[in-house]
Nanobody, 114 residues
Framework: QVQLVESGGNLVQPGGSLRLSCATS????????MGWYRQSPGKQRELVAR???????NYADSVKGRFTISRDNGKNTVYLQMNSLKPEDTAVYYC????????WGQGTQVTVSS
């Protein structure tokens, strides 16, 4: 049974930081490309950051320089460090795993508000 479980979402003030985690099980984690997506009300789900099996990364323009994606193959976990958070970062953040199949987590809420 494949599971992707996100954690770390919270309410934070503008300018603050959060670290999201996505713990996986049931997949050969090291052969999957991993990504973080987000969706806010009335908007389509969008890619935030992605990391390949080899560790190459790419980011949405809106988060470049503020967010960092990383992976720990020993822990089967992918992380998203989010700094300098803005109200427009408010969304449900989803973990994604891609290889020959694609899997999604259930999402974790991030709210940036004073």
């Amino acid at each position: 049974q494949v599971q992707l479980v996100e954690s770390g979402g919270n309410l934070v003030q503008p300018g603050g930081s959060l670290r999201l985690s996505c713990a996986t099980s049931g997949i050969a984690f090291d052969i999957f490309a991993m990504g973080w997506y987000r969706q806010s009300p009335g908007k389509q789900r969008e890619l935030v950051a992605r990391i390949t099996q080899g560790g190459s990364t790419n980011y949405a323009d809106s988060v470049k320089g503020r967010f960092t994606i990383s992976r720990d193959n020993g822990k089967n976990t992918v992380y998203l460090q989010m700094n300098s958070l803005k109200p427009e970062d408010t969304a449900v953040y989803y973990c994604n795993a891609q290889f020959t199949k694609e899997y999604w987590g259930q999402g974790t809420q991030v709210t940036v508000s004073s």
